[in-house]
Structures are given as structure tokens and as C-alpha cells.
């Protein structure tokens, strides 16, 4: 994997701070508490782009592909950095997800999410998941259907050593806030739905570079941002 041009360590710094500000004030907006959790997405940056986001403060990273993110977990072992995945599971590479990571975003067939179950290892505290929905039902992207969700839902939540945090998508791209809300709120009232013994999974895993202000005021609770963070990525073979 190439990366994309490397960011400047001074770019990156203004580029986390004003996020967390945008942020700030888009929690104010819409008189939400400043609980949104912002990820880092780091897939296709460096090591070292990570390392030095980690020095402005950013602790939780998301990665989409399960190599190019073992190695920065190994090079970065000597940071407290919380790792995210947030890509397309396959079947046979569940153990370095259930091993290596704190929070899975990705679910959407339960055979992933029994072998991570059997995998996590029980020393470490429950892998937290959420549930992968194709909210504009796209040919092209992952997740259930939305009335797929209360039964996987509940076999989720029987699982050992795996805790169901909530919902995550990834919707067809919009670009006019009223489009990109009424999404987001769907997912949110998707989440809202579930049975009262789930009703601790208040997780809404929902927001990119492009729409994260829509989801925010939305309720979203984890924004996952790359592109407005570390620029633009240059993708070598897709
Ligand atoms: C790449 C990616 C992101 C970040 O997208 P940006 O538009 O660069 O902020 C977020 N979530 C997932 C699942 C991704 O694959």
C-alpha cells in the first residue's frame, strides 16, 4: 500500500483542533452534550501520521484493511491508542480483529460476530460491536437490512466476551443537510426500536468528513473522519 502525501505534523495538529472545535459547536447547535467520540480514520497514512495525531491528542483510530492496521498497531504498541474496524470482515481473519482491536463497526453476518465472540481473548475486557446497516439499501455497500435488525440483534447480544454497542452506516453520499439528516435519523430511530433489554446499546456510529455535522444533530454518539483530518487519500489499486 502507498500513502497519500504525507500531512505536516503542523497541518494535522490544526486539522484535529479545528475538527474537535467544528464539533464543539455543532454539539451546542443542536444542544447536544459534547459526547461524540471522534475517530480518526488512518487508513492508507503512516505510522508516523498517526503517532504524531496521537501527540495532538487523538487517541481512537479507525482502520478499514486488517494488514496495513496490524502493522501500524505493532509499530505504535508503545502508545495507549484505542483501534477501531472499520472495514469488511472476512471470515478467516477474525482472530487478529478479535486480538488486536478494542471496537468492531463493521457486523453484519453473525458468523463474524460468533467467531470474534470465540476469539477475543478473555483477558481483555468484551470487543464492542456494532451492527453494520444498509440504510439506503445499496447493491454496493455492506450491512443488514434494517427489518433484519431485531433478530440479529438479539443473537448479537447473547454472544460471550462480545458487548453490542449499537448501529453504524454508511450512507449513499448527499450533499444537502436535510438529505444527509433524514438519513441519519433513520439509523437513529432504527436504534431506538430495539427491545428494552437492549437498551443500553446507545451507540451511533454515523458521520464522515462530509456529512458529520447532518449526523452530529442527528445523534450521532462516533463520528469516524479521514479525509478532514489527514487530507486527502490516494488509492493505489482501487
Ligand atoms: C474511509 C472511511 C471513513 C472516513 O471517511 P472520510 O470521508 O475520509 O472522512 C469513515 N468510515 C468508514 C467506514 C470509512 O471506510
Request: proline share 5%.
Amino acid at each position: 500500500m502507498t500513502h497519500g502525501p504525507p500531512m505536516s505534523s503542523v497541518d494535522l495538529a490544526h486539522n484535529i483542533s479545528s475538527t474537535r472545535e467544528k464539533i464543539k459547536a455543532v454539539c451546542r447547535e443542536y444542544n447536544r452534550s459534547d459526547d461524540v467520540l471522534l475517530i480518526a480514520v488512518s487508513k492508507t497514512r503512516s505510522a508516523d501520521e498517526c503517532r504524531n495525531a496521537y501527540t495532538c491528542g487523538q487517541t481512537h483510530f479507525g482502520e478499514n484493511y486488517l494488514q496495513e492496521a496490524l502493522d501500524k498497531i505493532s509499530a505504535l504498541s508503545d502508545l495507549n491508542i484505542i483501534w477501531h474496524f472499520i472495514g469488511p470482515i472476512q471470515k478467516n481473519k477474525t482472530r487478529p480483529i478479535a486480538e488486536n482491536f478494542s471496537w468492531v463497526h463493521s457486523v453484519d453476518r453473525e458468523i463474524i460476530a460468533q467467531r470474534l465472540s470465540q476469539q477475543r481473548p478473555t483477558h481483555l475486557p468484551a470487543l464492542k460491536l456494532c451492527i453494520q446497516i444498509n440504510i439506503d439499501d445499496e447493491d454496493s455497500k455492506s450491512g443488514i437490512a434494517p427489518e433484519q435488525l431485531p433478530d440479529f440483534a438479539e443473537k448479537i447480544h447473547a454472544l460471550p466476551n462480545i458487548e453490542l454497542a449499537g448501529l453504524m452506516a454508511i450512507p449513499r453520499a448527499q450533499t444537502d443537510f436535510d438529505s444527509q439528516y433524514n438519513t441519519f435519523n433513520q439509523l437513529r430511530l432504527l436504534l431506538n426500536s430495539l427491545k428494552p433489554e437492549l437498551n443500553h446499546c446507545n451507540t451511533l456510529s454515523m458521520g464522515m468528513s462530509n456529512d458529520y455535522t447532518a449526523a452530529i444533530a442527528a445523534g450521532s454518539t462516533i463520528v469516524r473522519i479521514g479525509t478532514a483530518i489527514f487530507g486527502p487519500r490516494r488509492y493505489p489499486k482501487e
